[in-house]
């Protein structure tokens, strides 16, 4: 894994006109804004990952398990070019392949179909697995939401990665405070203990969120993106 910083079609400052091109989900839209500075750091600096590497099996992977309000991750591919950013301007309509949650099979670089929460985390999992057990130096990201966190299925995950030390995997909790048994600090004591490395970090801090992504110290790791409380 290294630090790459990847030509974009168009750049950060270009995101709130690309956002804006997609209506209809205003319900999601916060969602969609509590992520977007960890999606565009990921995208513009760190993943081994272009339009043209969609299909490279050593390739970094990307797994939006908070797949309800999609609009950062689909201004953000866009802004890389993985489809024209005309695309986003009918994003929900019927024959759009950009929906309300993402799917692989019609959104080139998509790598999971999103939105039944709980489901990315075993997901990666079982990647890194099969990426390690091959010998690929690549890396698989996935970013849940704080309270996707209560989700059974994840805690397994967590368990099993932190067992075998899959240090080829980092999760991203865009943490809002929204999970049913909110506490500070409670998320990363959580990983904690099954033997991850943790942080947490301003979940709008550039340098932070790149910092956080790099660091590796042969252990899966967690971060926690602090941000706005949700209302």
């Given amino acids: 894994m290294t630090t790459t910083t990847?030509?974009?079609?168009?750049?950060?400052?270009?995101?709130?006109?690309?956002?804006?091109?997609?209506?209809?989900?205003?319900?999601?839209?916060?969602?969609?804004?509590?992520?977007?500075?960890?999606?565009?750091?990921?995208?513009?600096?760190?993943?081994?990952?272009?339009?043209?590497?969609?299909?490279?099996?050593?390739?970094?992977?990307?797994?939006?398990?908070?797949?309800?309000g999609p609009m950062a991750y689909y201004a953000t591919l866009a802004a890389h070019g993985f489809f024209p950013a005309d695309w986003l301007d009918h994003w929900m309509e019927f024959d759009s392949p950009l929906g309300a949650h993402p799917d692989r099979t019609l959104i080139p670089g998509c790598e999971i179909s999103a939105g039944s929460l709980g489901h990315g985390l075993p997901l990666a999992?079982?990647?890194?697995?099969?990426l390690r057990a091959r010998g690929s130096d690549a890396h698989v990201y996935v970013l849940v939401g704080d309270a996707e966190l209560d989700e059974g299925?994840?805690?397994?995950?967590?368990?099993f990665a932190g067992a075998i030390g899959l240090d080829n995997l980092t999760v991203v909790a865009v943490d809002n405070s929204s999970s049913t048994?909110?506490?500070?600090?409670?998320?990363?004591?959580?990983?904690?203990?099954?033997?991850?490395?943790?942080i947490e970090i301003d979940g709008h801090d550039h340098d932070a969120i790149r910092s956080a992504l790099t660091h590796s110290d042969r252990r899966p790791a967690f971060i926690a993106a602090l941000v706005e409380r949700k209302r």
């Fill in 181 to 198: 048994h909110n506490r500070p600090h409670r998320l990363a004591r959580r990983f904690d203990v099954e033997e991850w490395s943790s």
């Fill in 6 to 68: 990847h030509r974009a079609t168009y750049g950060y400052r270009d995101l709130p006109h690309l956002l804006a091109r997609m209506t209809g989900d205003e319900k999601h839209d916060p969602a969609s804004q509590s992520t977007l500075d960890v999606v565009w750091v990921l995208y513009h600096d760190v993943l081994a990952l272009t339009p043209d590497r969609v299909a490279d099996p050593d390739r970094d992977r990307f797994y939006l398990s908070k797949g309800h």
């Fill in 125 to 130: 999992v079982g990647t890194a697995l099969g």
């Fill in 153 to 159: 299925s994840n805690d397994e995950a967590i368990a």
